[in-house]
T-cell receptor, first 115, second 111 residues
């Protein structure tokens, strides 16, 4: 079945530094990937849509200059949290669509802790 | 997305069938109903989806009412590993490219 892999699964960084999270589709190509964020005891919130070869589309209230998304190939999208602050600590999850009209498949998430 | 309503929490005894309801009274004719679940500290896992007919796969069964305003996810023999938050979603784009997650139902399987 379709597999989406995220790396790293956990990361701790100091305030002010940047962190890159990778999302890979292992056995399929994905022109579109999605990035979600989940705070403790809350549901997933869509941050942005990552489009291969073009700019990402960000949801309202998500700072595009803070959350840099690059989708340089059909199997890889990256999310970079720039100048991280403690309030950016969260669970970041990516997803990809193997085929149009098929279910989305999700990675296992990245737990970011900013100290 | 069509608005969905789910009970915030449910308990089910291990080995029994878990029946999780979802109301989606504003669903339109071409909107599928998708079910995902999220086990603690993991990404969501796809379970099943359907449009009009009842569906069954190796994980669960989906019963959709004839008027499509509600559905029930059935886990036939719940195990402790089925403890998770279950999300019912009716995306408004036929391609299911953009999912909006509600608060879901926290299902606890009791030994």
């Amino acid at each position: 079945g379709a597999v989406v892999s995220q790396h790293p699964s956990r990361v701790i960084c100091k305030s002010g530094t940047s962190v890159k999270i990778e999302c890979r589709s292992l056995d399929f190509q994905a022109t579109t990937m999605f990035w979600y964020r989940q705070f403790p005891k809350q549901s997933l919130m869509l941050m942005a849509t990552s489009n291969e070869g073009s700019k990402a589309t960000y949801e309202q209230g998500v700072e595009k200059d803070k959350f840099l998304i690059n989708h340089a190939s059909l199997t890889l999208s990256t999310l970079t949290v720039t100048s991280a602050h403690p309030e950016d600590s969260s669970f970041y999850i990516c997803s990809a669509l193997p085929v149009i009209n098929s279910p989305l498949h999700f990675g296992n998430g990245t737990r970011l802790t900013v100290t | 997305d069509a608005k969905t309503t789910q009970p915030p929490s449910m308990d089910c005894a291990e080995g029994r069938a878990a029946n999780l309801p979802c109301n989606h009274s504003t669903i339109s004719g071409n909107e599928y109903v998708y079910w995902y679940r999220q086990i603690h500290s993991q990404g969501p896992q796809y379970i099943i989806h359907g449009l009009k007919n009842n569906e069954t796969n190796e994980m669960a069964s989906l019963i959709i009412t004839e008027d499509r305003k509600s559905s029930t996810l059935i886990l036939p023999h719940a195990t402790l590993r089925d403890t998770a938050v279950y999300y019912c979603i009716a995306p408004d784009n036929f391609g299911n490219e953009k999912l909006t997650f509600g608060t879901g139902t926290r299902l606890t399987i009791i030994p």
